[in-house]
């Protein structure tokens, strides 16, 4: 299972970087992101025995919040390199830094009110064994995604335990 998960992803990941490899970034990324959202699906599809209806509400709910908790994450992930950025320097500026925390510290908040609107849907959506598959398979699935994306961005090389995969 394992395998087949991993020679999924990589498979994807190479069949991905040829013809993307000649388009603009942003055009890369959603291309990427696609492919990585129809992954997901696939395995939770899979995973959880989902028929077709509820697989397709399922990816409704899905569709509805990524677009917000994704615009989250870019703004913390920004908010974060400027953060270091700021360490790094001989004198950080305390106002900047008090600011980029709280950035920080709204965004995750507003991103763990979205994915907890987001859980209440899908339980209305799946059943509870469904929902207890979800919770138990979803991990090992996003961490399987992220060890791939680390690979393919550092040639490769797989993460050691002193990586961060976010």
Known sequence: MKRTLTTMILAGALALSLPAAAQPDGQKRAQV??????FAMQQITQQLALDAPTAQRFRQVAEKYEPQIAGLHREVGMAMKELKAQLAALKPDEAKLSQL????FND???????EAQRTA?????LTPVQIAKLIVVWPKINHQIKVEIWQAVHGGQAPTAADDLE
């Open 121 to 125: 849907e899908n339980r209305r959506v």
């Open 108 to 114: 995750r908040a507003k991103v763990q009110a979205l």
């Open 33 to 38: 992101r696609q492919r990585i959202t129809e």
């Open 101 to 104: 925390a709280d950035t920080i």
